[in-house]
């Protein structure tokens, strides 16, 4: 079996995912092929990711590339993320891993609103709720709110009847929109506030992307996505890639096996998987820095990160749920932070000695990043330990 060190693995993160200045992509469509799928939980994520990895992109590269020429749409998908995939895998995800995210949607909406005495049958209020919300949308996009407004099918809240701090009432509106959009049905159109706040206004599919392709057999999605993932993360374990997809240890098995991926060594002594066209070595890389978003794709690619982040430092940059914060990269490893002031400028916060040569390259990309926001101070919604110790 052939082996595949930990720094070739740092090395192919540099190429693959664009983040050594030498291999910067040059369009954001690039940006997005090259990791697969952007995290968009946090809308901003997503203009970030693009920043991080290309020169000459601004975020109006970005909503044009979301909202005009739709070449990258919004999707939920994996462990129920939202994502920016490029267009044409879509038909994979909405065949695989957001059906998967579906059928489990359909039944804690179902359970809750009997549970909530909303309607007896929680099934036919989805149902129907479902019917409702497409019968407006033939009329033109809209907004939840609006939808909300329009509706007396999605009137209804849920939760609040406990003395728990969390448990607070929610509308059920929002569960419609998510489980149509799950399936293909409706999209996340364009975006009704600033670029670094997700307000989607809804649509009907084929009414913003025009006709699309059928949704993708479950088995055959899921092997367009272990493959592009492999292209991407590869060379990852099994259980890396069945927690990014949130799917099960048999649909990954089989997906493996479709693709022809192949069985690698790492140094950790687990076994890694790649695709069979992808066993050559990257070659050398120069030192190169980086600062990535809270949920990047890269940090977000792999269950186990040891080859590029020592486990002392999870505890400071990522949540209890695992969810990362910002990212400081130097030379494939990540070595701390990056938060803003109130003027916007980016600052620095670091776990380890990276030397003046890094220094001075984290530094770079400090005021790199800085003069590409250009004043624009981004909320984090999954601030880290560090991040917020960072901003006192």
Not at 145 to 174: H, I, Q, W
Not at 362 to 372: D, K, P, V
Request: proline fraction near 5%; charge should be negative; charged fraction near 25%.
């Amino acid at each position: 079996m052939r082996a595949i060190s930990d720094a070739e693995r740092r090395r192919r993160i540099a190429v693959r995912h664009g983040l050594a200045s030498a291999y910067r992509r040059d369009s954001v469509v690039a940006v997005t092929e090259a990791m697969t799928a952007l995290h968009a939980t946090e809308a901003a994520t997503v203009h970030l990711a693009v920043a991080a990895r290309a020169d000459g992109l601004t975020p109006a590269h970005v909503d044009h590339e979301l909202y005009e020429a739709r070449r990258v749409v919004k999707q939920l998908a994996m462990r129920r993320t939202l994502f920016v995939f490029p267009r044409e895998l879509l038909p994979a995800a909405w065949g695989s891993a957001s059906a998967r995210v579906a059928t489990s949607e359909r039944k804690r909406i179902a359970k809750a609103i009997a549970g909530a005495r909303i309607a007896d049958d929680g099934d036919a209020w989805l149902d129907a709720a479902r019917a409702a919300v497409l019968a407006r949308l033939a009329h033109g996009p809209a907004t939840t709110t609006e939808l909300r407004s329009a509706l007396p099918e999605l009137a209804g809240m849920v939760g609040g009847d406990t003395d728990k701090p969390y448990d607070r009432p929610v509308p059920v509106a929002p569960w419609v929109l998510t489980h149509l959009g799950l399936e293909g049905t409706v999209v996340r159109g364009r975006n009704g506030g600033h670029w670094r706040l997700n307000k989607p206004v809804w649509t009907r599919t084929h009414d913003w992307l025009g006709p699309v392709p059928e949704a993708l057999e479950e088995a055959a999605g899921y092997a367009v996505l272990v493959d592009r993932w492999l292209r991407t993360f590869g060379p990852g374990t099994a259980a890396d890639l069945q927690w990014w997809l949130g799917s099960t240890k048999t649909a990954v098995s089989r997906a493996l096996a479709d693709v022809g991926a192949v069985e690698v060594s790492l140094d950790d002594g687990s076994t890694g998987w790649v695709a069979a066209y992808d066993v050559d070595e990257t070659g050398p890389v120069e030192p190169w820095a980086a600062l990535l978003p809270a949920l990047d794709p890269t940090v977000m690619g792999w269950k186990a990160r040891s080859f590029y982040l020592d486990p002392a430092h999870v505890p400071h940059l990522f949540d209890t749920n695992g969810n990362a914060g910002t990212t400081a990269w130097w030379d494939g490893r990540v070595v701390g932070c990056w938060v803003q002031d109130d003027a916007g400028a980016v600052h620095l916060s670091l776990l380890e000695d990276v030397g003046p040569a890094g220094a001075a390259a984290l530094e770079h990309e400090a005021e790199r990043l800085t003069a590409w926001l250009d004043g624009v101070v981004v909320g984090q919604l999954y601030a880290s330990r560090l991040m917020r110790q960072a901003k006192r």
